[in-house]
């Protein structure tokens, strides 16, 4: 798998790039969701990561996805339009020991159809949060993708939470870990929710994607 998107735009630009954001559905099932007819963007991670938080920051609009402190907020497939354009789409998390089994083992089957049979998933963010050296569940997801040769790349959030260097030294022992297995790194991303650290850096890379699909010669 390639990761070749290039991000080019500028801060001022960027700060254009979201005009408008709405929700649209929340639903359990892969055949359920929106008609499957613009680029789309998801977001998953262990549950309490920071995907739902993400989303508010990069859409400026802090209630618009739901968070909370405990764990287990998001349970549906939630998304979001942006622009008329895009979606951004807000999962439940998986591999968080203080969510039930019976909730885990449900979420894990609804993200499961939905990686496979959403066609157009454009990309997913796989988001870790940047505090923690490599986690079981984290790897085996990211193995998952690559073996459904799903595109993603990873979010290293939180990172308001604690030096710069500690982040910095967090995201090496990742790659380190993914390189036993992979041949290929992912780009990755460090984000903060509470400061916006990474805002442009995500938005500029959808921003690029999305002008790449626009501009394939079968998007007429
Ligand atoms: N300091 C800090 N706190 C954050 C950040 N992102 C999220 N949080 C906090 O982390 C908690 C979980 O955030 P959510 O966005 O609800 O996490 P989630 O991954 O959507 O969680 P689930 O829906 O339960 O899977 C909340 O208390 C957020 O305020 C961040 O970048 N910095
Ligand atoms: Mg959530």
Known sequence: MAFTYLCSLTR?????????????????RADQCPP???????????????????????????????????PGKTQLINHFLINNEWYLVDLPGYGYAKVSKTA???????????????????????????????LAPDIEFIDMLGKEG?????V????????????????????????ET?????RYFITSAEDMTGRDEVLGFINEINKQLAQAPNNS
């Open 182 to 186: 992979w041949d290929e790194l992912p």
């Open 104 to 134: 885990r083992a449900t979420w894990s089957k609804m993200i499961g159809f939905y990686m496979r049979q959403r066609e157009n998933l454009t990309c997913v963010f796989v988001l870790i949060d940047s505090r923690h050296p490599p």
């Open 12 to 28: 001022a630009e960027n700060s254009m790039l979201i005009r408008e954001a709405k929700f649209i559905t929340s639903n359990s």
């Open 36 to 70: 499957a007819t613009l680029p789309e963007y998801a977001f998953i991670g262990r549950s309490n990561v920071g995907k739902s938080s993400l989303i508010n920051m990069l859409t400026g609009q802090k209630g618009l996805a739901k968070t909370s402190s405990s």
């Open 150 to 154: 799903v595109p993603f790349v990873l």
């Open 156 to 179: 290293f959030t939180k990172a308001d939470k604690q030096s710069g260097s500690r982040t910095q030294q967090n995201v090496v022992d990742y790659t380190r870990k993914l390189s």
